[in-house]
Structures are given as structure tokens and as C-alpha cells.
């Protein structure tokens, strides 16, 4: 860890089949408060069956990817947001000196994990092979223009929100699904009416669909 990359060198939780022995992986980020050890109890529910798939999840520093809200512009979120990106980079160059090919990793997580997620892919850093997104958006707020995006045509993203949700908006998640669309990806949005900030059994279903369909 330093001041630069304040989640460098931090633990990576890891569940499922081993790396070299995956056909599939799936990144998964933790939501703010949360630990990599909640969220990679997930993998289990959105497996499909059958596969090998190799699930990962880092742990935030302080348990927050940034400590401050995801809705303000990028440039005050320095230096946590970088170095979370920097974190998932080098989770997709191990999978990738796995042998595994980039069109079967998967990057997804809940709430602020969720933001990453879609972050991540919408600058399109390493390339990827899906997005699931429980709870969450783009970084940034939602009525500003946010960053042009990386070539993402045909990327399968889910993003998944409830109505009642009190940390992400129905709005934010639409317009995050719309600037995807816009950009090419195919896009699975579902609104949820009265959730809360939670993961509903649809949404898991959907998530493992989604792993499923990557060849």
C-alpha cells in the first residue's frame, strides 16, 4: 500500500476452481463497509452448473474503494478510484497468464463493487468478457456528461436496481444503462419496484445466465 495506490498489495480472496484449472473467472468487488469475504460467498449462487469457473475478490483498504460519495466527479476521488482500477488490472493480467482468454472474465460486484465494475469496463483498460453490476452505476453525477467510452459493442452487462434503493437511484442506473447501449454493449437492466439496497434471487439468476452465455 502506499499513498499512490492505497489498495496496493492487498489480500485477494479466492473460491471455486483453481486458475489453472478454470475455464471461466469472475472478479468480484465488495461494496463499501463490506469485506471481499462476504462478497465471494456470492460465486457459489451465480455458478452456473457444471463449469469451472475460478472466483476472486480483493479487499479494499479500510473497507471502502473510495471513501467518499460515487456520484462526484471523478477528479476528487483521486487517488482511490485509480488505484482500485489498478487493483482489478492486475486481477485480469493473473487471469490472463492463466491461460485464460478475455472474453471469459467477468467483472462484477454490489453497490460501490458495482460502480467499479461498470467503470471499469466503460474505459475498457483490459478487455473483458461481461459486467455484472448488483446496485450500482457509472462513477460520476448522473446529469453530467461522464467520459467517452471504450469500444464495449456486444459486451453482455446486467445492472440490476430497486426502486427503493437509498444509495443508487432508479436514475442512475438507467442513464448508466443507456450510455452503454448508446456505446454498443448489450445491456440486461432491471428495475426492481419497493428493493432495497440488496441482491434479489432474479438478479442472481441473471448473473449466472450471463456467465452461462460467455463462450
Sequence with gaps: MSNEHPHGGGAVIHAGVELQDASKAVILLHGRGAAAADIIRLGRSIAPEGESIAFLAPQATNHTWYPMSGFLPQEQL???LESALRVIDELVDTILAAGISAEKIVVGGFSQGAMLSLEY????????????AFSGSVIGPVDAPHLPFADVRGLPVFIGCGTADSWITEDAARRSAELFAEAGAKVDLRIYPGMAHIINEDEVGAARDLIAAIN
Excluded at 469496463?121 to 455484472?132: Q, T
Design 78 to 80: 483521486t487517488p482511490w
Design 121 to 132: 469496463a466503460s474505459r475498457g483498460r483490459r478487455a473483458i468478457g461481461g459486467v455484472i
